[in-house]
């Protein structure tokens, strides 16, 4: 089977309304190939070892949700730049980016995910970064223990896990924001919520978590962010009838 890249990519900007959001990422497809895809492997890093993996297996398209191209970084390429996109062109490889847009949708984003992997509904879009909502505060039926909430997470997300329980015992509402967002720790606090999930630990965070008696996991960047790539490779597959798999490194940080 194979498919137009021009079909992939409007599958994706369509479905990620990737037009809708202000990011420094130049979100939507940003390496084209030959114009025709086989296959599509998906991760979380447009790196040199996601490239060479996907060539490996056949790929023709990747799919990430940090890909090469953040405001004018590909001004020069040059160095490692030239690296990536010289691999990228040699192998034939297209490359698709979302950022932003992947972390703040309500079906296939890196946040929805993480908060149905962890049994949480009702999802109400929160937390602000930059002008955009890019989280989401959901509850439990029951309030549960904090230690039990952290298990669901080792199970479900990373079992290398950095805690800060500096809030209430039981845990039913949680707010998740997917990545480096220990920064927002202090929204979590203002919305009242028994406990916050988000990627990169900093000591801004735990500050933040101490003076707000705010319970706080951070669960890795990595390991937060590949949910939503993981749930576009099953997108493309349903709806273009692709091979489309995620290649998870599990890079612990």
């Known amino acids: 089977m194979n498919a137009p890249l021009k079909t992939l990519v409007a599958l ?4 990620l309304a990737i037009d809708a959001f202000r990011d420094t990422s130049n979100n939507g497809l940003q390496i084209a190939n030959n114009g025709t895809v086989t296959r599509v492997v998906a ?9 060479r993996e996907a060539a490996a297996r056949g790929a023709d398209c990747v799919v990430c949700h940090h890909g090469l191209s953040w405001g004018d970084s590909l001004k020069r390429i040059t160095g490692l730049n030239h690296r990536l996109v010289a691999f990228a062109l040699e192998h034939n490889i297209a490359v698709y980016a979302a950022h932003l847009p992947l972390d703040a949708h309500p079906r296939y984003g890196n946040n ?3 908060c149905r992997a962890l049994g949480l509904s009702g999802l109400k879009p929160a937390f602000a970064y930059h002008g955009e909502t890019i989280g989401f505060t959901a509850a439990y039926a029951k309030a549960i223990p904090f230690s039990a909430f952290c298990g669901r997470v080792r199970a479900s997300v990373s079992p290398d896990i950095r805690v800060l329980d500096f809030g209430p015992e039981g845990v039913k509402t949680v707010g998740v924001v997917s990545g480096g967002a220990s920064d927002m720790i202090d929204q979590a606090a203002e919305l009242g919520l028994d406990a916050y999930l988000t990627g990169e630990p900093s000591l801004q965070g735990y500050n933040q978590a101490e003076h707000l008696n705010q319970n706080v ?27 489309a798999e995620l290649v998870d490194f599990k890079i612990p940080y």
């Open 217 to 243: 996991i951070f669960a890795g960047h990595y390991a937060t962010e590949t949910f939503g790539v993981r749930a576009l490779a099953a997108l493309i597959a349903r709806k273009l009838k692709l091979p």
């Open 112 to 114: 929805a995910q993480l």
């Open 43 to 51: 991760g979380v890093d447009a790196s040199l070892r996601l490239l």
């Open 12 to 15: 994706l900007d369509e479905t």
